[in-house]
């Protein structure tokens, strides 16, 4: 359906406080935590409840959250639940009408929940809206909005280029970044699966194209507000230092992760792309897996017992998990 939306948003009302849940999923790592619960606390449209899903496993991580920001709700898990699991349980806790799921290795502008917030006004068929994200030192773009790639990958516009204003006009995208994804829930509600707004099987990597593809199919919009302003230090709750910021990611993966990188990508085109479409691609999907298995199999053969490791546990590739 197509709409016709202004480019100025800035006569448009704001949401109020009590509509708006936060969900952040930790392991604890470094002092990114801290940092994003701090510029939540900073924002000139201060969310109604903050939801920390903890997964750092120690058992004195929480106690230390609580006594520095007391109003934030932490939920420690007693093993690792990953992102889209952790998002599901802090999920079915909130019932506000709108949900701004955050890595902790994020910090927001003053003005990002205020401004994002509009998007959500422009029409009632927005259900994304993701906005401005950089790198940590506000030069370098990260995400401005989340795309299908021609050979069905995900790809974040204008990721690692200089913000030369480029992205400076608020307009429609495919999808949201998973790093800054802010939801109406009435979309949440329509796509959820067996009962799960993210699917569990994507325990990192693609749980954000799944989404906003399933999102997508329904006829749920996304919105880029470049006015919404975040930065974050991409991988930084599981890449090496000195992987972050790099470009051609995956060098820094460890062999579980390529793992989930490859096996997810199968998963999210197979769950939401017709089979004649997946037919009308299969020349750029093709060129795409050789580059990307070339990659594994000569640059890092241990990861090969990794990646069909994962393939053989889903269920959605016909393999049988208890075999």
């Known amino acids: 359906m197509a709409m016709d939306l202004p480019a100025d948003v800035e006569s448009m009302g704001i949401l109020e406080s009590k509509e708006i ?40 991580f929480s106690p230390a959250i609580l006594r520095e920001f007391p109003s934030v709700k932490v939920l420690s898990s007693p093993n690792n639940l990953y992102y889209g699991a952790s998002l599901n349980k802090g999920l079915s806790l909130t019932r506000s009408q709108f949900v701004l799921c955050l890595n902790d290795d994020v ?24 906005g401005k994200i950089l790198r940590m030192d506000g030069s370098i773009l990260d995400s401005t909005g989340l795309f299908l790639t021609l050979w069905y990958s995900a790809r974040e516009r204008g990721y690692g280029r200089q913000d030369k204003g480029d992205f400076d006009r608020p307009g429609f995208v495919f999808g949201v970044s998973g790093s800054v994804a802010f939801y109406r829930r009435k979309m949440l509600e329509d796509i959820k699966e067996k009962g799960d707004y993210f699917d569990p099987e994507f325990k990192m990597f693609y749980e954000d194209l799944d989404i906003s593809w399933r999102a997508h199919n329904r006829g749920w919009k996304a919105y880029y507000l470049p006015s919404a302003k975040a930065f974050h230090a991409r991988g930084g709750s599981f890449r090496p230092a000195g992987g972050l910021g790099r470009p051609f990611a995956r060098r820094y993966l460890d062999d579980d992760l390529h793992g989930e990188l490859i096996k997810n990508r199968y998963l999210a085109f197979l769950k939401n792309a017709s089979p004649f479409s997946i037919a009308a691609r299969i020349i750029p999907i093709l060129l795409y897996d050789f580059c990307a298995w070339f990659f594994i199999i000569f640059f890092r053969p241990a990861a090969l017992r990794a990646v069909f490791s994962k393939l053989r546990q889903s269920s959605r590739f016909g393999f049988d998990k208890q075999s």
């Open 107 to 130: 910090v927001l502008g003053r003005d990002f929940i205020l401004e994002a917030g509009k998007g959500f006004l422009l029409n009632e068929n927005i259900g994304m809206v993701s």
């Open 21 to 60: 849940s936060v969900i952040i999923v930790t392991k604890g790592a470094g002092d990114y935590l801290r940092k994003c619960l701090s510029s939540l606390r900073g924002q000139s449209l201060p969310p109604g409840e903050i939801i920390v899903m903890d997964n750092s496993l120690d058992s004195s």
